[in-house]
């Protein structure tokens, strides 16, 4: 009985996600559109932070010529993953995630692993239960587990790795976003567009405000240039630039 439920369980997570693959393959165009504007066809370093499966990833090497990229990815199968299918010389894939500083974190993975997550989980909240039931049948509260993870900051990965300049910084770490941020500390200055998700479900607990995040980057001389509403999600996905290169 307990293996029919898993199996019902995960033929219900990957309806749910085929489904959205299926908009967000739509919406995705209006990004690629909008960094084009922006790169051109040419982008030099791309620092893809959650990387997941590389969604992100493979969207970028499509639609254009990279020359290196740096994937971030805590969940130990996902990273397996990127090791096995994307396998590039011009690609580093680390199995670390990246916050304000380095130390050791609960990371919450998931049954739809894309949704993982450094930050607590608000299990009292409709968007939570609706989530539940659509991803777990509502048989159980439980739709993730822990795991201990490390976290290192941007700016010992920029120096460790020598890196002179960030072109894209993309961003998707279900409500760790402005710790991403902040982590850079002063080589902020060496990143020229940043692409990240916020989440306004009260789901997540977050801890921070877009309003927070849009301040932040404000101080450090960058500019909001778009906004993208996702499908069927509480959440928008948005790029600033630097007004140092634009």
């Known amino acids: 009985m307990e293996k029919l439920l898993n199996l019902l369980i995960n033929t219900n997570i990957l309806l749910v996600t085929f489904t959205l693959s299926i908009f967000d393959k739509i919406y995705q165009r209006k990004i690629i559109i909008k960094l084009k504007e922006l790169f051109n066809k040419k982008i030099d370093m791309v620092f893809d932070v959650g990387a997941h499966r590389g969604e992100f990833t493979n969207l970028i090497l499509k639609n254009f010529s990279i020359n290196n990229m740096e994937l971030f990815e805590p969940n130990p199968k996902s990273f397996e993953y990127l090791k096995n299918k994307i396998n590039k010389k011009k690609i580093k894939v680390n199995n670390y995630a990246l916050g304000e500083k380095e130390e050791e ?52 990965i920029i120096k460790e790795k020598k890196i002179d300049k960030i072109d894209l910084l993309k961003i998707d770490t279900e409500g760790h976003e402005h710790f991403v941020l902040k982590g850079f500390q002063k080589d902020i200055a060496k990143i020229k ?47 600033y630039v630097n007004k140092d290169y634009f």
């Open 193 to 239: 567009v940043i692409f990240f998700e916020h989440h306004y479900d009260n789901m997540i607990i977050k801890n921070y405000t877009f309003s927070d995040i849009h301040r932040y980057l404000k101080s450090k001389n960058f500019t909001q240039n778009s906004k993208f509403k996702m499908p069927f999600r509480k959440s928008f996905e948005y790029i």
């Open 105 to 156: 974190k609960k990371f919450k993975l998931m049954k739809e692993s894309s949704s993982s997550t450094l930050s607590e989980i608000n299990k009292n909240t409709k968007y939570f239960k609706r989530k539940n039931f659509l991803l777990n049948l509502g048989l159980s509260s439980e739709i993730f587990e822990e795991i201990k993870i490390k976290t290192y900051d941007g700016l010992k």
